[in-house]
Each structure stands twice: as structure tokens, then as C-alpha cells.
């Protein structure tokens, strides 16, 4: 599977063309979605003009951008004008945005060519991808097992070779854990750093764009691309955003790396722990100054959380009414009956149970005893890494606890499912960046992720680390042996 540099240079040489490489994943994805279940929309059409466009320019002699002709997955919870954005909920199953998100906006100005909107769980509320009220997502590495969520449909297209990249967001883990899951690289960037104009919103203050590749190399090209400041995101952060491909070194000599004590010991699967202890040895040989860092409330990210995000998922989901777009229930009685029909009948169990523990938290007598106290632990967890930034230059531990489970083995259990992001959410309650990449291989061959933690707009760092880390290990060169 090619990476955006080698296609970029087909395409400057003649060797290929736009469109016979946007028909080539188009015909992957044919092939393999009756297995996978990546995608909710195939914008074929639509693509094979984007890459018509491409070609056009290459023949006026005109020069392209890295991006320009790259096949690209979008989740299917950025808007895109025209096309259906569904969240992966009932409630919004014949919602076509009148607008256009931000990030979907600046890879079209790239050149970059939307093959489709991949599937999630619904307003990426889950982590397995089983939630999506359409379908659910196979992991390609084994398509009985989940590939991680709510971002699966974008890791699981990456992984498999449907898109060369892929947009996913991440509010609790949702780049990240599917990343791992699936063996591929996962960037949630700085809280600020990419605009979520046009994010249809679960949690404002968590949530994030970033990017899925099969290389770090990949990552960085996509994050350069949709970076930046947009006026249209009261939380966008004024910063210059620099190609983050120039931090793609192998040397890591200067940087000091922490080991986070408290993402080891109970509830870790040895094989993971084993996967990542080695690739911190290697981390170690490539010349980084290695020490073992105490995140003393890393175990209270969970339970923040699960007030934190709820609470902001039950103001930000009121708007689904019926009123004004979506889905409204047949012959209401009165307006009342149209408001609970509607939700009842647009929301699956999931956003249901959140919607309730988030307006049960906000309600008064419990706004301070539970939303008021996760704020606080928040601030806590926050001057932990701040503490820990203080000693090190970047911090790794597991991104998740565990290997891809068995579709079916969690949706029982909500709480053993909530588990799978133990890792990864403490990282969005501080606002950091945080990339997971593949580190190896459990037993039955699933593919297990390092997590690289950095301080707030060090994206570069995680980069260079990661980058280091690729180059000195073969894992970027397996891939899943999915087939039609």
C-alpha cells in the first residue's frame, strides 16, 4: 500500500494518474466492504471529479500539493455540504449539510479526494463501533473482532488500503484506541489546534480532529494540511502551524522520555505490556534519556470523564428536536409528544444512557456534588502532566489495556467497555496531544499501540519520537490480509 509520498510522485512523474488511483481504492472498497463495513456513503462520483481536477493541472504543467489526487476517508460526523452526514444516528439519517466543515474544506483546497464517509459509533459515543445504528465495522486484522471506536470506520479503511488516509475525531480515545486496534498511526492534536467547524459536537471542551495514516510520515502530512487557526472556532488557537514533516528525524539523543508508572499493573494484558516495555527499550537504544514519571490522579481520569463528557452531551444534543432538521416522529399528538417520540424513536441505547447521566449530573442538587467536583479533578489530572512536563519532553505508555475484542463481547457491559479508554482519556481532559502507533503483535496476530503523550502544542516531539521509533522497527511494513 502506497503512502502519500510515493503516490505524490507517480502522479509529478505520469507514471499514474488521479483517477486510475481514485478507481483503484474505489475498487478496494467495493471489494472489501461486503466484509469491513467501513464506509456509510461511497462518494464515487464525487471523487473521481476531484481526481479529473487533479490530472487537469498535472497535464497545464501547474504544480500539486502532496495531498492533491490522495484518496481520503472522512467520519461521518464533519459536515459536508451536499452529502449526507448522519453521525451514524437515526435521528439525522436524511441530514445533507448546507455547509461545509472546515477540515473537509481545507483537504478539497489541497487536492485531496473524498472516496467516502466512513462509519462510527453514533455522535461517537462508544468504542467498538458497534453503536453506529447502521452497521457494524469488522476489524481487518480479524473481522470478528471490533477495530476500536468511535473513529473504527476511518482506522479500519487505513488499515486495510480503502484510503491512504483518513480524518477521525477524539474526545475520550477515539483516534487513538482505534489506531491501536488496528495497527495504524492515530493523532489527536492539541485541544485548539484544528478547527472542529463543522464537528457535529459531543463534548466541546474534548473533542478533536486528527489524523489516521499507515505511517507517521502520513500523520504529518494530513495534520499540516488541516491545522491552523479558523475564526469560525471560538476555542481555535492563534498559532503558526509548521510542516510537521520537517520533524521527521531518526534521532531522539536530546529528549528525555517518562514512563507512566500508573498505565502498568492490573488489568493490563501481558502481551501488550511486554509489546510496549520493549519498545520502550528500543526508545532507549535509539539515545533517549529514559525515567519512569508518577501521574498520581491518572486513575480518576475515568470516572471525570464520565461526568464531564455526558453533561456536555446532553446540553449539545437537546437540538435534535424535530423542529428543525432530521428525523421527527409521524402524527404527534402535541408538540411534547413530537419532542419525546423523536428522541426516543432517533437515539440508540448509548446516547440514551448519556444523555441521562449527563442531565442527571447537570440538575440541580448534583451540579456541584458530581459536575462541579470532575471539573476540579480535571484541573488536578492537568497539573499532573504539568508536573511531569516539568521532567520530561514527552511521555509513552499503552493506548489501550488490551487487543481488539470479539464483536458482541462488551455491548452487555457498558462499564468493561468504558475500560478500553482508561489510557487514552486522561490526555483529552488536559488538552494534549497524544499519537498511538503500532508497537506489535499479541498471540493471534492483532496489532497492539504505543501511546506518545506531549506537552500542549508539541505535536513536533511526538513526531520525532515516533517517527524515530517507525524507522527503527518493521511493524509499519504488515499488513492485515483482509480480501474480498
Known amino acids: 500500500m502506497a503512502s502519500i509520498r510515493e503516490l505524490h510522485h507517480q502522479l509529478v512523474s505520469k507514471e499514474r494518474s488521479a483517477v486510475e488511483i481514485t478507481q483503484e481504492a474505489l475498487n478496494r472498497i467495493a471489494a472489501l466492504e461486503p466484509k469491513l463495513h467501513s464506509f456509510l456513503y461511497v462518494t464515487a462520483d464525487q471523487a473521481l471529479k476531484q481526481a479529473s481536477f487533479v490530472d487537469a493541472k498535472i497535464a497545464a504543467g501547474e504544480e500539486i500539493g502532496l495531498l492533491a489526487g490522495i484518496p481520503v476517508g472522512i467520519k461521518d460526523n464533519m459536515c459536508t455540504q451536499g452529502i449526507p452526514t448522519t453521525c451514524a444516528s437515526k435521528i439525522l439519517e436524511n441530514f445533507v449539510p448546507p455547509y461545509e466543515s472546515t477540515v473537509t474544506q481545507k483537504l478539497a483546497d489541497a487536492g485531496a479526494v473524498m472516496v467516502g464517509k466512513t462509519n462510527l459509533d453514533e455522535f461517537a459515543m462508544g468504542s467498538s463501533t458497534e453503536n453506529s445504528a447502521y452497521q457494524v465495522t469488522a476489524n481487518p486484522w480479524d473481522v470478528s473482532r471490533v477495530p476500536g471506536g468511535s473513529s473504527g470506520g476511518s482506522a479500519a479503511a487505513v488499515a486495510s488500503g480503502e484510503c491512504t488516509v483518513a480524518l477521525g475525531s477524539d474526545t475520550g480515545g477515539s483516534i487513538r484506541q482505534p489506531a491501536s486496534f488496528c495497527g495504524v498511526v492515530g493523532l489527536k492534536p492539541t485541544y485548539g489546534l484544528v478547527s472542529r467547524f463543522g464537528l457535529v459536537a459531543f463534548a466541546s471542551s474534548l473533542d478533536q480532529i486528527g489524523p489516521f495514516g499507515r505511517t507517521v510520515e502520513d500523520a504529518a502530512i494530513l495534520l499540516s494540511a488541516i491545522a491552523g487557526y479558523d475564526p469560525k472556532d471560538s476555542t481555535s488557537l492563534k498559532v503558526d502551524i509548521p510542516d510537521y514533516t520537517q520533524f521527521l528525524k531518526p534521532d531522539i539523543k536530546n529528549l528525555r522520555i517518562g514512563v507512566i508508572k500508573e498505565t502498568f499493573g492490573e488489568g493490563l494484558d501481558p502481551a501488550v505490556e511486554q509489546a510496549v516495555n520493549k519498545a520502550i527499550e528500543?526508545?532507549?537504544?535509539?539515545?533517549?534519556?529514559?525515567?519512569?514519571?508518577?501521574?498520581?490522579?491518572?486513575?480518576?481520569?475515568?470516572?471525570?470523564?464520565?461526568?464531564?463528557?455526558?453533561?456536555?452531551?446532553?446540553?449539545?444534543?437537546?437540538?435534535?428536536?424535530?423542529?428543525?432538521?432530521?428525523?421527527?416522529?409521524?402524527?404527534?399528538?402535541?408538540?411534547?409528544?413530537?419532542?419525546?417520540?423523536?428522541?426516543?424513536?432517533?437515539?440508540?441505547?448509548?446516547?440514551?444512557?448519556?444523555?441521562?447521566?449527563?442531565t442527571y449530573t447537570l440538575s440541580a442538587g448534583y451540579y456541584d456534588a458530581y459536575y462541579l467536583k470532575a471539573q476540579k479533578v480535571r484541573t488536578l489530572i492537568k497539573q499532573d502532566f504539568e508536573n511531569a512536563f516539568g521532567q520530561v519532553d514527552v511521555l509513552v505508555c499503552p493506548t489501550v489495556?488490551?487487543?481488539?475484542?470479539?464483536?458482541?463481547?462488551?455491548?452487555?457491559?457498558?462499564?468493561s467497555m468504558y475500560l478500553t479508554d482508561l489510557m487514552t482519556i486522561t490526555v483529552n481532559l488536559a488538552g494534549l496531544p497524544g499519537l498511538s502507533l503500532p508497537c506489535g503483535f499479541d498471540d493471534n496476530g492483532l496489532p497492539i499501540g504505543l501511546q506518545l503523550i506531549g506537552n500542549v502544542l508539541r505535536e513536533d516531539q511526538l513526531f520525532q519520537v515516533a517517527y524515530a521509533y517507525e524507522q527503527a522497527t518493521d511493524w509499519k511494513m504488515r499488513t492485515p490480509l483482509v480480501s474480498a
Do not use: H, W
Open 401 to 415: 489495556p488490551t487487543t481488539a475484542f470479539k464483536a458482541g463481547e462488551k455491548t452487555a457491559d457498558p462499564l
Open 282 to 358: 528500543q526508545l532507549k537504544n535509539l539515545g533517549a534519556e529514559v525515567q519512569e514519571i508518577s501521574c498520581p490522579r491518572f486513575r480518576y481520569g475515568l470516572p471525570t470523564y464520565y461526568i464531564i463528557a455526558p453533561s456536555e452531551a446532553s446540553a449539545n444534543l437537546a437540538r435534535y428536536d424535530g423542529v428543525k432538521y432530521g428525523l421527527r416522529a409521524s402524527d404527534p399528538e402535541n408538540l411534547l409528544d413530537m419532542y419525546m417520540r423523536t428522541r426516543a424513536e432517533g437515539f440508540g441505547t448509548e446516547v440514551k444512557r448519556r444523555i441521562m447521566v449527563g
